[in-house]
């Protein structure tokens, strides 16, 4: 059961705040090691492309600790491109937001 105001909640792991609607957005703290091998990467003066940002998970951690020099974040889920902006804040302009202005049915193979 959630308590206060709204269903923002607020996760803090490896030094980064990630800020989410827990009704509205996915989030796996089990996915920790692999955020912490993402962090480990040297990307320094990479740009970097994150499918599937979500709310940031990966795309901060490219920024913050591995040092990415630009992160083009891809994300569908109007949700969760709200948390993602709420993450990055204005001191993250290396980071590029993109979010695809319809979803288009697959074609199926026949």
């Known amino acids: 059961m959630l308590v206060g105001e709204d269903s923002w909640v607020t996760h803090v792991d490896n030094n980064i705040r990630d800020e989410f609607d827990v009704t509205r957005c996915m989030f796996s703290a089990g996915n920790i090691t692999e955020k912490l091998r993402v962090a480990s990467f040297n990307c320094s003066g990479e740009t970097v492309v994150d499918l599937y940002a979500g709310i940031g998970y990966f795309t901060i951690p490219f920024l913050v600790h ?18 993602l902006q709420r ?14 202005q319809q979803r288009q049915p697959a074609t199926p193979i026949v």
């Open 66 to 83: 591995a040092g990415a020099s630009h992160v083009h974040a891809c994300e569908w889920n109007p949700d969760a491109v709200e948390a």
């Open 87 to 100: 993450n990055l804040g204005v001191k993250w302009s290396v980071a590029s937001l993109h979010r695809p």
